[in-house]
């Protein structure tokens, strides 16, 4: 499955952006999708992930209460709606997709990646 992820860009603090992924090549709906982050000289880090079937989620407790991701498999997309933004969310967040269906934090469970979106949040 190939994915492409947009809606990135600069943002004030405290103000919302909505990362779309879109996905395409396979059945979207088999996977479970997950979104995580990357700062500069920092890990790769989890943010949050959606069931298959879009009734179970799970997120990071940095995030927890400010963003929420969801899907929409007759559109093959999945979104990740970010409120609240603060500077230390400043990273390029990237799609992932794991075949086995079910929420999950680990980066080794995700089989494809997007190329991944740039979000900046100013002070």
């Known amino acids: 499955v190939q994915l492409v992820e947009s809606g990135g860009g600069l943002v004030q603090a405290g103000g919302s952006l909505r990362l779309s992924c879109a996905a395409s090549?396979?059945?979207?709906?088999?996977?479970?999708m997950g979104w995580f982050r990357q700062a500069p000289g920092k890990e790769r880090e989890f943010v949050a992930s959606?069931?298959?079937?879009?009734?179970?989620?799970y997120y990071s407790n940095s995030v927890k209460g400010r963003f929420t991701i969801s899907r929409d498999n007759a559109k093959g997309t999945a979104y990740l709606q970010m409120n609240r933004l603060k500077p230390e969310d400043t990273a390029t967040y990237y799609c992932?997709?794991?075949?086995?269906?079910?929420?999950?934090?680990?980066?080794?469970?995700?089989?494809?990646w997007g190329r991944g979106t740039r979000v900046a949040v100013a002070s």
């Open positions: 992932a997709a794991d075949p086995a269906g079910i929420t999950t934090g680990l980066v080794s469970r995700y089989d494809y």
């Open positions: 090549g396979d059945t979207f709906s088999r996977y479970a």
């Open positions: 959606i069931a298959s079937s879009g009734d179970s989620t």
